[in-house]
T-cell receptor, first 113, second 113 residues
Framework: AQSVAQPEDQVNVAEGNPLTVKCTYS??????LFWYVQYPNRGLQFLLK??????LVKGSYGFEAEFNKSQTSFHLKKPSALVSDSALYFC???????????FGAGTTVTVRA | NAGVTQTPKFRVLKTGQSMTLLCAQD?????MYWYRQDPGMGLRLIHY???????AKGEVPDGYNVSRLKKQNFLLGLESAAPSQTSVYFC????????????FGPGTRLTVT
C-alpha cells in the first residue's frame, strides 16, 4: 500500500521569500506524484504532477517540484511567495499502474505581507 | 463546461437520518471517487467507480453506499447518519489518457448532530 507524509502541519513565510513544502512517499514500483492546493471553502485544484522524465516539474502559479527517487521525496517550491499563495497544500501518490490516489494530511501555508 | 458539481453544498442531519449526496461530471470521465476530508487527516477514499454500473470500496467505506447508474453521476448515500460522519465530502473524476489526474468538486459540508 502507498502512503504520503507531509512532515509540517504549517509553513509560515514572508512575502517575497522562497517557499518549500515537504513531501515524502512510499509506493511499490514507479510513483506518480501530485500536488494539489485548496483555498478556503473550495475544492482541490491541481498544481503539478510527476509521471516520468525530468525530475524538476513546473506547474501552475509559478510552483515547481523536484522528484528525488533516492530520498523518496517530492518537495513543492516557489522562488518568491505571494500572500495569495496562502492555502492548504496536499501531496498525493499513486503507483504507476493505478488510478487511486493516496493523500498526505496537508500543509497549511501562510504568507505574511 | 461545469466540470464536477456537487449537491447540496451544506447539510445538517440528526443522528439516524439518511441522505444522498449527488456528484455530476460533464467531462465523460470513466472514473469517479468519493472522499471525506477531516482536519489533520487529509482526504480519505470512501468509494470509487471505474465505470457505469460498477462501484468498489475505498479506505473508509463503512456506513456509506454508492451507486453509478449513469456515467456522469455518482451518488453517495448515508443510510443512518452518525456524528462520526460529520465531515466535508468531495467528489472527483478522472479519465482518458490522463486517467491519474483527478478533478474535484467544490465539496459538501455535512454536520450530523
Amino acid at each position: 500500500a502507498q502512503s504520503v507524509a507531509q512532515p509540517e502541519d504549517q509553513v509560515n513565510v514572508a512575502e517575497g521569500n522562497p517557499l518549500t513544502v515537504k513531501c515524502t512517499y512510499s509506493v511499490s514500483g514507479n510513483p506518480y506524484l501530485f500536488w494539489y492546493v485548496q483555498y478556503p471553502n473550495r475544492g482541490l485544484q491541481f498544481l503539478l504532477k510527476y509521471i516520468t522524465g525530468d525530475n524538476l516539474v513546473k506547474g501552475s502559479y509559478g510552483f515547481e517540484a523536484e522528484f528525488n527517487k533516492s530520498q523518496t521525496s517530492f518537495h513543492l517550491k516557489k522562488p518568491s511567495a505571494l500572500v495569495s499563495d496562502s492555502a492548504l497544500y496536499f501531496c498525493a501518490v499513486s503507483p504507476s499502474n493505478d488510478y487511486k490516489l493516496s493523500f498526505g494530511a496537508g500543509t497549511t501555508v501562510t504568507v505574511r505581507a | 463546461n461545469a466540470g464536477v458539481t456537487q449537491t447540496p453544498k451544506f447539510r445538517v442531519l440528526k443522528t439516524g437520518q439518511s441522505m444522498t449526496l449527488l456528484c455530476a461530471q460533464d467531462m465523460n470521465h470513466e472514473y469517479m471517487y468519493w472522499y471525506r476530508q477531516d482536519p489533520g487527516m487529509g482526504l480519505r477514499l470512501i468509494h470509487y467507480s471505474v465505470g457505469e454500473g460498477t462501484t468498489a470500496k475505498g479506505e473508509v467505506p463503512d456506513g456509506y453506499n454508492v451507486s453509478r447508474l449513469k456515467k456522469q453521476n455518482f451518488l453517495l448515500g448515508l443510510e443512518s447518519a452518525a456524528p462520526s460522519q460529520t465531515s466535508v465530502y468531495f467528489c472527483a473524476s478522472s479519465g482518458g489518457l490522463n486517467f491519474y489526474e483527478q478533478y474535484f468538486g467544490p465539496g459538501t459540508r455535512l454536520t450530523v448532530t
